[in-house]
């Protein structure tokens, strides 16, 4: 027996893709066995409370989609260990990652820790037409350590909201390592004045046409490059990866998003030197 768990769409242009997350654990040998037998409990609570990640997205008949959770329905789960380091003896050790902050530079190929086809990134089995799997897991011992791995659907967080009589109260979260660094969040005023004299400095010498926000957006991109490069200490020729979501309420003229939508109406804007697919 099915049983169809509805969603709702947070975006009108959302891209099909998969989620990849990773959480990264220092162990010895000897407890490795003990970290399996808790992550495979961790994952059995989890999926008995919040079902639809055990289950395919699946088109309704009268339109839209739904989570199509069966009896039956299982998850992909995997445990990589020591088939894992004979096959690539080069793989970086859990100390490596570590001194390198956990760049994904230093991981490499991501398919080496997910569940393919499932890695990160826009593709045909994302989309829900193609009745997608919603989440994989799987748990890759390394020298010093363990990187488990959890791939999901991008619709995966946006189950229907709960009748209010439905919830339950919980504890509140944990409260941060004392080592966590701090976060911010920045909202920037470019006066206009300002604006043409940053113009001014990134026009090209060649007389190519840029925008005052090609102009601001290079900026930002090399003061975060220049704050960030000596804590991940990339490669210095390796090429330089910019990603933005770009709201599209004003680009979109026929017909207009209307005015009293609430959801999000955005994409998501690469250059050419991101290691994707560019349009053609």
Request: charged share 25%.
């Amino acid at each position: 027996m099915q049983h169809p768990i509805s969603y709702y769409w947070p975006e009108l242009l959302t891209v099909c893709i998969y989620n990849t997350y990773a959480l990264f654990f220092k162990l010895d040998d000897a407890g490795k066995g003990r970290a399996v037998e808790l992550l495979r409990a961790g994952l059995k609570r989890t999926l008995s409370q919040a079902r639809h990640y055990c289950s395919a997205i699946k088109k309704d008949p009268g339109g839209g989609h739904s989570f199509a959770k069966k009896r039956d329905s299982t998850v992909r789960s995997f445990v990589s260990g020591w088939m894992l380091l004979r096959m690539k003896p080069n793989i970086s050790s859990f100390e490596d990652l570590e001194k390198t902050h956990f760049s994904a530079v230093t991981l490499s190929d991501l398919e080496t820790w997910s569940v393919p086809p499932m890695t990160y990134g826009e593709k045909t089995e994302g989309n829900p037409d193609n009745s997608p799997g919603v989440s994989a897991f799987k748990a890759n011992f390394i020298r010093g350590g363990l990187l488990e791995s959890f791939e999901s659907r991008r619709l995966a967080p946006y189950q229907k909201e709960p009748p209010e009589d439905k919830k339950v109260d919980v504890p509140g979260p944990p409260r941060r390592h004392p080592a966590h660094r701090v976060g911010v969040s920045l909202l920037f005023h470019l006066p206009k004045s300002k604006a043409a004299e940053l113009k001014a400095k990134a026009m090209p010498t060649d007389g190519t046409w840029i925008s005052t926000y090609d102009a601001f957006s290079t900026f930002i991109w090399r003061n975060l490059t220049r704050i960030r490069a000596p804590v991940f200490s990339p490669e210095p020729t390796s090429a330089l990866f910019w990603y933005e979501a770009i709201d599209m309420r004003r680009h979109m003229h026929s017909s207009r998003v209307p005015p009293r939508m609430q959801r999000n109406v955005v994409f998501a804007a690469t250059p050419p030197t991101a290691p994707v697919t560019q349009p053609t």
